[in-house]
C-alpha cells in the first residue's frame, strides 16, 4: 500500500522558540492521535533549527525534513547546504522544486534533476514539486506542463530510484490563496501523473508512488481530498504553523 503522508511546510516562518513550541504541540498531538499506522508525518522546518529540532522528535510516526538542499556533496559554494550536511542532522525528506523555489530562485528541471540524484545517493527522499500556473491552465496546457517537470526531473531515474521518490502536486494559483483546488481537479492531475510515470516504468511501479496535493489544505477540506483515489495526502503550508489543524489534516486519511 502507498504510504499515506502529511508534509508540513513551514517555509520561511517562526523564530527558534516559537518553533519549538509548535514542534513539541505537533509531536505530542502526533503521538496520541494519529493511529493509521501507514501515515507519515513530515515537519519541513527552517534549516537553521533541524539539528535542534531533529532532537525534540522522539516518534517515528513524525520525521525531520528540510526545505532546499544544494546538489553538490561539499566544496565552495558559500551559503549552501548540502545533502550530507542535511543527513547529518537527522533529515529524511527533502523538499525541492517548490514554485517559491522555481521562481524566486530560478530553479530548473535539469538543476531539480540534479537535486533528485544527490537526495537519493545519500538514501533520502525527495519530496518532487511540480504544478502549473493559473494560466497555463486556462489555456489548457496544464497537464502536458506538469508531466514535463516530471519528465524532465524524474525520467532519467532507474525504475527501483523513482519508488523512492515523493511527487507534490502543487497548482501555483492554489498555493497560499486560499482557493484550493476541487477534489476533482486535484484527481484529475494525480490520474494523469499515475498514468505518466505508468506510461515509462509501468503501472506497477507507479502505483506505488505516493502522489501529494499541496494549495491551501486545511483541516477542513483535507478529508475530501485525501479519499480522492489518487491523492495520497498533503504538502502543507500556512495550515502547518497551526498545531491543532496541522494534525487534524494529519487524521484525515
Ligand atoms: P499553502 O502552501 O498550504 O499555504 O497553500 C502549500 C505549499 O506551498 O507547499
Same mark, same amino acid.
Given at each position: ?75 565552495? /559554494?558559500?551559503? @549552501? #547546504? ?7 542532522? &537527522?533529515? $529524511? ?6 514554485? =517559491? ?99 515509462? /516504468?509501468?503501472? @506497477? #511501479? ?7 496535493? &499541496?494549495? $491551501? ?6 478529508? =475530501? ?29
Amino acid at each position: 500500500m502507498r504510504k499515506k503522508i502529511a508534509a508540513g511546510n513551514w517555509k520561511m516562518n517562526k523564530t527558534f522558540e516559537e518553533g519549538q513550541i509548535l514542534l513539541s504541540e505537533v509531536v505530542n498531538m502526533v503521538k496520541d492521535e494519529v493511529t493509521n499506522p501507514n501515515v507519515q508525518v513530515i515537519v519541513c522546518v527552517p534549516a537553521p533549527y533541524l539539528s535542534s529540532f531533529g532532537k525534540m522528535i522522539d516518534t517515528p510516526k513524525v520525521a525531520l525534513g528540510a526545505q532546499n538542499c544544494y546538489p553538490k556533496a561539499s566544496g565552495a /559554494y558559500t551559503g @549552501e #547546504v548540502s545533502v550530507p550536511m542535511l543527513k547529518s542532522v &537527522g533529515v $529524511s525528506y527533502i523538499i525541492i522544486g517548490h514554485s =517559491e523555489r522555481r521562481q524566486y530562485f530560478n530553479e530548473s528541471d535539469a538543476f531539480l534533476a540534479e537535486k533528485v540524484d544527490a537526495i537519493l545517493a545519500e538514501g533520502l527522499t525527495p519530496i518532487f514539486c511540480c504544478g502549473e500556473t493559473l494560466e497555463q491552465r486556462n489555456e489548457g496546457i496544464h497537464f502536458d506542463f506538469v508531466c514535463g517537470q516530471i519528465t524532465n526531473s524524474l525520467f532519467h531515474l532507474s525504475a527501483e530510484d523513482l519508488k523512492k521518490t515523493v511527487i507534490a502536486y502543487e497548482p501555483i494559483w492554489a498555493i497560499g490563496t486560499g482557493v484550493t483546488a476541487s477534489n476533482d481537479q486535484a484527481q484529475e492531475m494525480h490520474k494523469v501523473l499515475r498514468d505518466h510515470l505508468a506510461s515509462k /516504468y509501468g503501472q @506497477e #511501479v507507479a502505483d506505488e508512488i505516493s502522489i501529494l496535493y &499541496g494549495g $491551501s489544505v486545511n483541516g477542513a477540506n483535507a478529508q =475530501e481530498l485525501f479519499a480522492c483515489p489518487d491523492v495520497d495526502g498533503g504538502l502543507v503550508g500556512g495550515a502547518s504553523l497551526k498545531s491543532r489543524e496541522f494534525t487534524n489534516i494529519a487524521k484525515s486519511f
